[in-house]
């Protein structure tokens, strides 16, 4: 196991929980042993609805890399600005004078042990100022040591400067859903065309066609009140005209005293 390693999962897994607005862990929580990076692993693969590996199989440092990796990939997250010169001397209290000036979900709480290794000390530090910047929806990764340590504070306090207001971000529980679109407004009906067909309004015509062929039937237009005809007898009359077949005319046999009353069919045939 190399240390690049170590301080990579350590500190992508506290930026992913800075933008994923969980705390981090305190005390032996906070160690960056395998053991203890596999349960924050699994804590923010749940959320994102990742099958993890199985319990009954050994957390090993390349399968957790790949996991970060895995899960790194899936957040936009921007990468922050490096302006801190190179010149600059590394020291503890430069680190802990950049981390001061930062404005964080809870300030940085340095441990009371004095007999931890300094490598201690800066995995806490790095780590703080990696979930700082997730929250910040900023990708940020550094390595467990000094230079590197006063390098991200020194480029996030300078963030946080040039961005006071900028609100911590918290993203939901769960996987990225689809956006919500904004409700559809309809404007003004518009108005016929003039054209019977026209799909806008030929439901309506076909209304209003029905509506009069039914009042001419029933008497109970405007035009025939107006004129004082009977819907019943005007019925009785269109009928009338239209049994043209069955009109009768009267025939006389020559060689009979007595007529028969043929029925006509058309208008001209006779039949004796």
């Known amino acids: 196991m190399t240390g690049t390693a170590e301080s990579y999962c350590a500190n992508f897994i ?12 305190k005390d032996d929580g906070l160690l960056a042993t395998l053991e203890a990076l596999d349960r924050r692993m699994r804590a923010l693969e749940a959320m994102d609805r990742i099958t993890p590996p199985p319990p009954m199989l050994e957390p090993s440092w390349d399968s957790l890399t790949w996991r970060v990796c895995r899960l790194a990939n899936r957040w936009p997250g921007r990468p ?4 801190t010169p190179p010149f600059i001397q590394p020291s503890l209290p430069l680190l802990k004078s950049a981390i001061a000036g930062i404005v964080g979900p809870k300030p940085m709480s340095w441990p009371e042990k004095e007999d931890l290794e300094e490598k201690e000390v800066i ?4 780590q703080w100022l990696c979930h700082t910047a997730g929250g910040r929806v900023i990708k940020a990764c550094t390595s467990f040591n000094l230079a590197g ?3 991200l504070a020194l480029d996030l306090s300078l963030e946080v400067e040039a961005r006071p207001g900028m609100p911590l971000v918290r993203r939901p529980p769960g996987p990225v859903g689809p956006p919500i679109r904004p409700p559809i407004i309809k404007g003004p009906k518009k108005s016929c065309c003039g054209c019977c067909v026209c799909s ?16 001419w039937l029933t008497g109970n237009s405007k035009s025939k009140k107006s004129h004082g005809s009977c819907g019943s007898s005007r019925v009785a ?11 009768t005319s ?5 060689d009979s005293d007595s007529g028969s009353e043929i029925s006509s069919l058309s208008s001209a045939t006779m039949i004796v």
């Open 149 to 151: 340590a006063c390098a």
């Open 200 to 215: 806008c309004h030929g439901k309506e015509q076909k209304k209003t066609d029905s509506k009069r062929v039914s009042a």
């Open 80 to 83: 922050i600005n490096t302006v």
């Open 123 to 126: 995995s806490r530090a790095t």
């Open 14 to 25: 506290a930026n992913l929980e800075g933008w994923k607005g969980i705390e981090l862990p």
């Open 250 to 254: 009267r025939c006389y046999d020559t």
């Open 237 to 247: 009359g269109w009928f009338k005209k239209l049994a043209f077949w069955r009109r």
